[in-house]
């Protein structure tokens, strides 16, 4: 069977800093796309990224990287944005909103409108009211907008497990949910190790959970105190949803969306688990979290409730 996409299928990045040109190149690397258009104000920046990426064409079957100005990103298929201030040494994701919320807004306008069937994907941070103010702007069909939310985290959090366990990261399944940020929380219940839930692991104990937890969190910060910026793992994180999306993989990931009525939390864009397929979110998975867990959702939600406009 051919599973390939549409020849005609395009990815606009927007944004060729760190995090835009490395899920180029990873997108490229997995052929996910006809074509894959890197826009940024800075030319000089885009220009040398394609350059850079381009010199590779001869080993992938991905039919083009180039650079475009916003205006182009209308008749794409894929939007990812990654545009914006990035997070300073002690600064936090949530510090961010309201210059990268004006700068959202500035691209937005140039862009002017998109497609009807385009699906919008926020890198940029922070991801949850970025991808809140996205929705209203675009005025987009319901789940064609969203962000990466907890999908990092939650693979940092397979990776620390994995370690723990000293089995692959591939045979941890669960979810970190909330803000992609300090409210954000391991969602417990729903981890599983070899199909194992932890709940029955004697190795796990409460001390390691609140140790992973904590590390989970932090790992941003001290990646950046280290490189200053943080851009490997997101961008294959960002590849894997487009994979999701573009191959209707109905793959469960923990993305940023706008959540109705979900384990008593409503009306909030934030991290949660959700079925990608062709038409973006096609479905919020109903996972029944615990009561602990759901006080957890619940103040994660009033702390990105503090940042809306």
Known sequence: MDNKKPLATKIAIIGAGSVGSTIAYVATLKNLAAEISLIDINVKKEEGEVMDIADGMCFVETGCVKGTDFASARDADIIVYTAGAPQAPGETRLDLATKNRNILKSVFKKIARFKNTAIVIIVANPVDALTAEAIRLTQLPRGRVFGTGTALDTARLRTELSHLFKISAQNVHGFVLGEHG????????????????????????????????????????EIISRKNATFYGIGLITADIIEAVLFDQKKILPISILVENWNDVDNIVLGVPAILGRAGVEKIWPLILSKQEQKKLTASAAMLKKYEV
Do not use: D, M
């Open 182 to 221: 300090n409210s954000e929380f391991v969602a417990w219940s729903s981890v599983t190790i070899g199909g194992i839930p932890t709940a029955k692991l004697k190795l796990l104990t409460a001390h390691a959970r609140t140790e992973i937890e904590t590390r989970v969190r932090q790992e941003a910060y």
